[in-house]
């Protein structure tokens, strides 16, 4: 279902009017005209607003938006065949920015919680400079991909991307959320199949997924991860690119925890 990331709550005429890019987005991509219904997701409940397109205003490039009925609440929000999706953290050791532009939607698309750049050995100096500064707030393109993912998507979640950090550092922050970890590999040694991880670990509700930039994971940052208690994961398959690599594995995590009563592993 599409939806509209609101960034402020109704008035108290229950309206809200929305301008600058989200008002050209509105207008512009999604094609709205006055009367059209509108679902908004609200930032302070979360909950999914159905609402009415009262006034598209081309010269001052505003989107006038009203609640259609009665203020929707968490009871109501949601279709009743929504999945709820496991907590997913994604540590991705940063590409170029084109890829991480690439990476940041697709894990929003999925449905992934957080999203943290790690800086690692392998990860160029300028894509490190970019994501420091997207994930600082001094560039607002992440936030802006977000939005449009969720509204494409209708995630729920609101997904977020933390500020970049070096490997020490994002190990840390899995430790303080009491996360088990897991990072894909392209190395065979050493490594086990996602069951295999998956069934020996106690809590499987919430996981930090590593992935590497361009050039992969150093053997030293893999060594230095295994110490923490991080799973390096082995996919049995074609070498994939870092943004194919993030993608897949999230798909593959995501998609094993929501099935976790299904499936039994076996020696």
């Keep these: 279902m599409r939806q509209f990331i609101s960034e402020v709550e109704p008035d108290g005429d229950g309206c809200i009017l929305v301008q600058g890019k989200k008002a ?100 160029q100096g300028g894509a490190v400079e970019s994501a420091k500064k997207k994930s600082s707030g001094r560039d607002d393109r992440w936030t802006r991909i977000i939005s449009e993912a969720r509204e494409q998507s209708g995630s729920a979640l609101p997904t977020k991307v933390m500020p970049c950090v070096d490997l020490e550092s994002a190990m840390d922050i899995m430790s303080e959320e009491r996360m088990p970890g897991i990072v894909l590999y392209e190395q065979t040694g050493g490594t086990k199949t996602l069951g295999k991880a998956l069934a020996d670990m106690n809590e499987i509700n919430r996981v930090a997924l590593f992935v590497g930039a361009e050039g992969g994971i150093s053997p030293e940052e893999i060594e230095s991860m295994q110490k923490k208690g991080i799973v390096p994961v082995h996919f049995t398959t074609n070498i994939l690119r870092c943004e194919t690599a993030a993608l897949y594995g999230i798909a593959v995590l995501q998609n094993a925890l929501v099935e976790k009563e299904l499936w039994q592993f076996k020696e």
């Design 24 to 123: 050209h987005h509105l207008a512009e991509v999604l094609r709205v005209k006055a009367g059209d219904m509108v679902y908004a997701r609200l930032p302070e409940t979360g909950v999914l607003q159905p609402m009415t397109v009262a006034k598209v205003d081309g010269s001052k490039k505003t989107v006038l938006l009203q609640v259609a009925g009665d203020f929707a609440d968490e009871k109501n929000d949601e279709p009743k065949n929504t999945v709820q999706l496991p907590e997913i953290w994604l540590f991705q050791f940063v590409a170029k920015p084109p890829k991480m532009d690439l990476i940041i939607r697709q894990a929003t698309e999925c449905g992934v919680l957080n999203i943290v750049p790690v800086e690692g050995k392998f990860c």
